[in-house]
């Protein structure tokens, strides 16, 4: 099978590869970037299980890549990782609005819709993209930071038979209520609120239905976006309702940084671990 | 005692806390910017060692504190880490050839004389200041990266006293005598290549008379820079004539990048603390 990925980058890492690849994507129909760690060979030859990562607003597929420090642990834990940049970019999706700031929806008003479906390109396409370049075991796990960390959440309630386990640093839960996400899907989806449900994990929590999968949530109490954009109680009381099996830790005095990933990614990969290895 | 810095950035990290500092520095003239990771109390409360990293070109103080992961271990050996900027910056210093290529040297030349003094700034401007800062023990190690590894091995050799030991990742070893640093050092110094030889660390290897120092060297195989750039074979030669303890380790695959460095960053921190903590 012809896999149609253009390897971009490799630098060798923990004993193994970092690599960044490009492909035009028949989601959202323009080249995409995505970066992928691959652990060494496991001493039992087991191929690696899969954790992908989402990215907060403005980042590319290269933050977590060059600044989590996540790969030290996912060599000794057989894990691969994929980090998918977080929208279409390039000359052919001109709106300055979107680019790093997909929302990991899928767009309806005119403008976007034609290549903002990052939905449909993280649920179906890039991981079946992945099984084809890599040997990988057949289980995944998902998760994310601020934005990401909200797409992680909707992929779950979305497909709650596809993961594992998923976890979050710092969601935004409810981009429904929120300044952040209210401007996004008023641009993506326009001004009638009930189109907006289907995107929003506290509302689609609150509606039922998803099988619960276990959950790790982090957030720091010095972030600032906290109080206004981020409000992880909201979700944890929806959680316990649901019987979701959740854990929330709130850090005291960490950020919304990339040093407050650093500090605690390594209890995620091992929290997954748990899920994918049993 | 006044402390005359401030603090423009403080996050927390592993338990501790990753600070940004900028301050008017007496040796260069011009306000200089610093970063310092402070690990968590000791069970103990031993104040930590002090190691310090040298950047390479085009880097600030801030490619080594998102890049590197070294906190985490520094945390756990209870280590404070110091991150100089790489030369004088801002609109005093209208030089952009120098920004960023400090070369850790005094400049003798006009144009860049009054403030192109890293050596005297880093031998005893920064440190003094860091011992103001914190509560810290009282030996200190120095490593660095490619211009930032020539930085540590040519301090190691001026001030052999000052450090327990010294490591460095694919360091510019002869710089006198490489595209790299003849560049830098005819801007810095003018022509007379004489001038040139108390800041090239082979020329102080084979002069003799410095005190010898523990030394770990790693370089990647597939680093671009190495064949013409880096050189450390001449190094090592020449540290096994005049008895310095030398490891030098070549890494198979490994390129220039960050990912090299985060790679091995441990094995680093663990030599260091060898001699730091005996």
Known sequence: MTVNAERIAAHRLYGSWQYRYRHRSQATGV????????????????????IFWLSGLTCTDENFSTKSGAQRLAAELNLLLVMPDTSPRGEAVAYDLGQGAGF?????????????RMFDYLSDELPALIRQQFSTGDRQSIMGHSMG?????????????????????AP????????????????????????WRQWDSCRLLADGGAQPLPVLIDQ????????EQLQPETWAAL????????????????????????????????????????
Chains 1, 2 share one sequence.
């Open 31 to 50: 080249p995409m970037t995505y970066s992928v760690y691959v652990p060494p060979e496991a001493a039992d030859k087991r191929p690696p299980q899969v």
């Open 104 to 116: 990991y929806l899928n767009a309806t008003v005119a403008l976007w819709s034609s290549h903002y």
């Open 149 to 169: 960390g909200h797409g992680a959440l909707l992929m779950a309630l979305r497909h709650p038979r596809r993961y594992c386990s998923v976890s979050a640093f």
């Open 172 to 195: 935004i839960v409810n981009p429904s209520e929120v300044p952040w996400g209210r401007k996004a899907f008023g641009e993506y989806m326009g001004q009638d609120e009930k189109a």
């Open 220 to 227: 720091g109490d010095a972030d600032p976006f906290m109080p």
């Open 239 to 278: 959680a316990r309702q649901h019987q979701w099996p959740l854990t929330l830790r709130i850090q005291p005095g960490y950020d919304h940084s990339y040093f407050f990933i650093a500090s605690f990614i390594d209890d995620h990969l091992r929290f997954h671990a748990g899920y994918l290895h049993t």
